[in-house]
């Protein structure tokens, strides 16, 4: 058990430390962004591809982990990451900005597949629950270190950019000196179709869309928003990591009323009372800093919660042998809405002003809240009795975490001593492991039995064919015994040594 936990650890350490610096890299890039004078539009559609990025990663990053192995492809995504975030103090071009965004969202997703097939590997029937728990908490917490990180400097200045590379680096540090069981690769990702999603779970595909929309627009445009209200870098590091500290506030709350309320009327109230928010924090930022500060951080507790409560709205549609297959197709809408938000919200920050993305998520928020409460109820209002177990889960992951859900009866345990489909250097290290463990038993046995006789070659002479022998210690060579096969010798001390030519002799 404890060999379990400590392998945990290891691996939450290496999730929080790149997790921390993407968080910090999307908000210098922001800022950087805008600090360029870059137009609003093309702002939005820069930061708009690592989303792109992500989702791609998601989907075909499963491949390159079962070709390669766990840790070499861990180390490949971390080195790409690594180098993109090097890239952008050296040459500022938004198309190359574009692709780096690109590739640092794909390697995202790969990093987070490693890491969650090892946590996933880890767990149990019984524990996968709390395992879950504590990664949504630990994402929340790299996510606001990784934000308050950005007041460490300019994001004009390289500085920053060398602490996230290192961040990057370091990632592979816990990873890399785990001694656990290489995991089971990850099987590759199957979807429900969005006609099926649309046709069986519109609300709760409604939810996480909306989630997406409102999360991926503010981590990606709340700087610049905070920036043009006046908050310099240090004050809107704050900003940032405060509203992102605050997503772990209603995620228990609003699981625990939707188990009693249920579902849906739950997920109307949080659309209703995020769009207030939204709205709140667009009216308030020019006129009071606690005010911005308070309705941006519950803005965020509320968003954050829209996607679980959706999440279970939309399972509770289908039978737990598929939660797996749904789930990981809402995500991929929850990417969808990711894109979005900075691609619409940048836009119309730049016709109208700042304030423009968050009165564009109230409006979405709205829209949303009256199409689950009119249009979609009669599909998808499940009695509270009927309804599956609530569970917490972040956003910020891949497919693979998805397989710990409680609600999950497929899940299927690991079983110690049996490595699956490992690559032919973790063979090769294992078999180097087995013979050194041989070697040690050897001499233990060796220490054990000092009477044992051995030949001059070595080979204990025990072990060949017709030998028999009785009596005090002494080494033969080969050549020695096979001279005096079939012949028979009294020993000073009463015994006797007998040699045999074969077994028939015997």
């Known amino acids: ?97 574009a692709i780096m965004r690109l590739l640092v969202g794909f ?23 709390t395992i879950l728990g504590f990664y949504t908490i630990n994402v929340y917490v790299a996510s606001t270190a990784g934000q308050m990180l950005v007041g460490m400097g300019n994001p004009m200045n390289y500085k920053v950019y060398s602490i996230v590379a290192m961040l990057l680096v370091l990632a592979l540090v816990p990873l890399a000196l785990t001694r656990s069981m290489i995991p089971t690769a990850p099987s590759p990702t199957e979807f429900l179709s969005t006609r099926r999603l649309i046709k069986q779970a519109p609300a709760g595909l409604t939810g996480v869309l909306v989630a997406g929309i409102g999360l991926g627009g503010f981590v990606s445009l709340g700087p610049v928003f905070a920036l043009r209200n006046g908050l310099d870098v240090g004050m809107l590091s704050k900003y940032m990591g405060f509203s992102v500290a605050c997503a772990v506030l209603l995620q228990w709350p609003a699981g625990w009323l939707s188990d009693h309320l249920g579902r849906l009327p739950v997920l109307v109230a949080l659309l209703l009372m995020g769009a207030l928010s939204a709205a709140a924090t667009a ?10 500060f308070a309705f941006s951080g519950l803005f965020y507790a509320i968003s954050a919660s829209i996607y679980p409560v959706g999440l279970s709205l939309a399972n509770d549609q289908f039978s737990n042998d598929m939660l797996v297959m749904a789930s990981a197709a809402l995500l991929r809408v929850y990417g969808v809405g990711t894109i979005l938000g900075p691609l619409v919200g940048g836009f119309l920050m730049g016709v109208f002003a700042p304030s423009a993305l968050f009165v564009f998520i109230a409006l979405v928020m709205v829209a949303a809240g009256v199409a689950v409460h009119i249009i979609f109820r009669r599909w998808d209002e499940v009695s509270v009795a009927e309804q599956g177990d609530y569970a917490v889960v972040s956003p910020v992951s891949s497919p693979v975490i998805v397989e710990l859900d409680p609600r999950n009866e497929e899940y299927e345990e690991h079983q110690p001593g049996e490595p699956a489909e490992w690559d032919l250097a973790d063979k090769m290290e294992m078999l180097v492991i087995d013979a050194e463990s041989l070697s040690e038993d050897s001499d233990e046995k060796a ?41 028979e010798e009294s020993l000073p001390d009463g015994t006797k040594r007998v040699y045999y030519d074969n077994e028939e002799d015997s």
């Not at 009216?283 to 911005?292: I, V």
Request: aromatic content about 12%.
């Open 283 to 292: 009216m308030f930022s020019q006129t009071s800093m606690p005010l911005m």
């Open 1 to 97: 058990m404890r060999l379990v936990v400590l392998s945990l650890v290891a691996l939450f350490m290496s999730l929080a430390l790149f997790i921390s610096g993407n968080v910090m890299l999307g908000t210098l890039i922001s800022l950087r962004l805008d600090l360029e004078g870059i137009n609003d539009t093309v702002m939005g559609i820069v930061l708009a591809f690592y989303s792109v990025g992500f989702v791609l990663g998601a989907t075909f990053c499963v491949r390159i982990i079962r070709e390669v192995g766990h840790i070499r492809a861990f180390a490949v995504f971390a080195a790409i990451a690594c180098a993109a975030s090097l890239f952008h103090p050296m040459w500022f071009n938004v198309y190359a900005w």
């Open 447 to 487: 220490e054990e039995d000092p009477f044992e006789d051995y030949t001059e070659d070595g080979i204990p002479l025990a072990s060949l064919e017709g030998y028999d022998y009785e009596g005090p210690e002494e080494t033969l060579s080969h050549d020695e015994v096979q001279e005096e096969a079939g012949t």
């Open 107 to 129: 390697s995202i997703a790969g990093l987070l597949t490693v890491t969650e097939s090892w946590i996933n590997d880890r767990a149990t029937n019984e524990t996968r629950g």
